[in-house]
């Protein structure tokens, strides 16, 4: 292992470091246009020639757009090279030959090529660019973020770690959602969140929220489409992925394929949809049905359900 992954100023530099979103069209932009410059300077005949009123006219405006560009991508020391040749042509122009304009373009490149060999660069295609996206239009449920601001993060890393193929790691994230979903189940029924943190392992929250149901409502009383049997589901739904799914992947027992993580993150967003229609995060009662979907849609992987 490389030492610097073990120093510390390493360590902190990654957890300050996120990772920079970049548009391909902006790579392309600007290298269109340090190719229109190239083929400005390739129509000069004499390079010690003084600029022209045209020629500096063109030159500044593809310079523009390139800075733009190369700015946008986050290449600071080629963006530096080109903001300076712009001022100069901004200046007194007519001072300058076209060697100069040359140089400072061979410059601006070299720069631009320092930079993409310090990055790495990844490619999401069309369907994976979804699972990037926040986590209300994951779920497809506008307001889950209030709602539900901590699982909502954990939903969209879950998310993030399917595209770049970190499987395990995805379904680590899906079920720190299910914890939140499960305190938040919890507090609507009125169960205190416990001080002790043995406490608070899902066996014992989720026997407090069966003894919870049993009392409040009795199974003789759980009749279909009634409260008490909507709440014995989400109960049935956590209870069943304790140990094959939260057990398993807390204590390094398993490491998950693409399509058994697509599947996990699939039901636990399909989880939250419900839990959503009873309480929010801090369990206070929920009445937006106007935020649900108008069918029980299937959240999140649609689009990548064959990958699996």
């Known amino acids: 292992m490389p030492r610097k992954l073990l120093s510390g100023a390493s360590r902190q530099q990654?957890?300050?470091?996120?990772?920079?979103?970049?548009?391909?069209?902006?790579?392309?932009?600007?290298?269109?246009?340090?190719?229109?410059?190239?083929?400005?300077?390739?129509?000069?005949?004499?390079?010690?020639?003084?600029?022209?009123?045209?020629?500096?006219?063109?030159?500044?405006?593809?310079?523009?757009?390139?800075?733009?560009?190369?700015?946008?991508?986050?290449?600071?020391?080629?963006?530096?090279?080109?903001?300076?040749?712009?001022?100069?042509?901004?200046?007194?122009y007519a001072?300058?030959?076209?060697?100069?304009?040359?140089?400072?373009?061979?410059?601006?490149?070299?720069?631009?090529?320092?930079?993409?060999?310090?990055?790495?660069?990844?490619?999401?295609?069309?369907?994976?660019?979804?699972?990037?996206?926040?986590?209300?239009?994951?779920?497809?449920?506008?307001?889950?973020?209030v709602a539900f601001p901590n699982a909502a993060l954990e939903l969209e890393e879950s998310s993030k770690c399917i595209v770049f193929g970190r499987h395990t790691a995805s379904v680590f994230h899906a079920m720190r959602v299910l914890?939140?979903?499960?305190?938040?189940?919890?507090?609507?029924?009125?169960?205190?969140?416990?001080?002790?943190?043995?406490?608070?392992?899902?066996?014992?929250?989720?026997?407090?929220?069966?003894?919870?149901?049993d009392?409040?409502?009795?199974?003789?009383?759980?009749?279909?489409?009634?409260?008490?049997?909507e709440l014995e589901g989400l109960y049935a739904t956590l209870d069943a992925v304790k140990s094959p799914w939260r057990n398993a992947t807390m204590h390094v027992e398993n490491v998950y394929l693409p399509h058994e993580a697509l599947h996990i993150l699939r039901c636990v967003g399909f989880f939250m949809q419900k839990l959503i229609r009873h309480c929010d995060e801090k369990g206070h009662p929920t009445d937006t049905p106007e935020l649900l979907p108008a069918t029980d849609a299937h959240p999140i992987v649609d689009e990548l359900e064959s990958r699996g």
């Open 14 to 92: 990654m957890s300050l470091r996120e990772m920079l979103e970049l548009n391909a069209r902006f790579f392309l932009n600007a290298v269109t246009e340090l190719r229109a410059i190239q083929v400005v300077l390739q129509n000069v005949i004499n390079m010690a020639d003084m600029v022209g009123d045209a020629d500096n006219k063109i030159l500044l405006d593809h310079l523009e757009r390139m800075g733009s560009a190369i700015e946008a991508i986050g290449a600071r020391s080629a963006y530096k090279s080109a903001d300076r040749l712009e001022s100069a042509l901004k200046g007194d």
């Open 179 to 213: 914890e939140y979903g499960i305190r938040a189940l919890a507090a609507s029924l009125g169960i205190e969140d416990p001080l002790k943190a043995q406490e608070r392992n899902w066996s014992i929250v989720l026997g407090k929220i069966r003894d919870k149901l």
């Open 215 to 229: 009392s409040d409502w009795p199974r003789s009383r759980r009749l279909a489409n009634t409260k008490g049997a």
């Open 95 to 145: 001072a300058l030959n076209y060697e100069f304009v040359s140089n400072g373009l061979a410059d601006i490149e070299s720069r631009f090529a320092d930079h993409l060999e310090d990055i790495q660069l990844y490619v999401a295609n069309n369907q994976e660019v979804a699972f990037l996206g926040a986590a209300d239009d994951l779920i497809e449920i506008g307001g889950f973020s």
